[in-house]
């Protein structure tokens, strides 16, 4: 069961459904404070909507900071994220950020932005 604190947090700072955070640091630091934990990730691709064509990801959600932009989803996810500990799923993170992902020569990230899928067990 998610704590209120958590619940507030993701009321006030999620833009879709998916749990995607502008500030997704404090995101995960506000949810393991309170006992929560990641199952896995989903990741988007935060694209020009004029550039989705060449993105790795299909479809999503308008920036609504930024209506020239959206919010792809990927195909790529991690799952067994609830074994790892709060640093290690943020230096995951951080990797596969600066990693990007690349289908052939044609499909590339923009810049990946994390999804959440919580434990249930809570």
């Given at each position: 069961m998610l704590s209120n604190r958590v619940k507030e947090y993701i009321a006030n700072n999620s833009f879709c459904s998916e749990y995607l955070f502008s500030d997704w640091e404090t995101f995960l630091d506000i949810l393991y404070e309170e006992g929560g934990r990641v199952s896995s990730i989903l990741w988007w691709d935060h694209c020009k909507i004029s550039e989705q064509n060449?993105?790795?990801?299909?479809?999503?959600?308008?920036d609504s900071e930024n209506h020239d932009y959206m919010y792809a989803e990927t195909q790529l996810w991690?799952?067994?994220?609830?074994?790892?500990?709060?640093?290690?799923?943020?230096?995951?993170?951080?990797?596969?950020?600066?990693?990007?992902?690349?289908?052939?020569?044609?499909?590339?990230?923009?810049e990946l932005v994390p999804s959440f899928y919580l434990n249930d067990e809570l």
């Open positions: 060449a993105s790795v990801g299909m479809g999503g959600y308008i991690k799952d067994g994220l609830d074994l790892m500990s709060l640093d290690e799923i943020k230096d995951y993170i951080k990797r596969e950020m600066k990693k990007g992902i690349r289908y052939g020569d044609n499909y590339s990230s923009h």
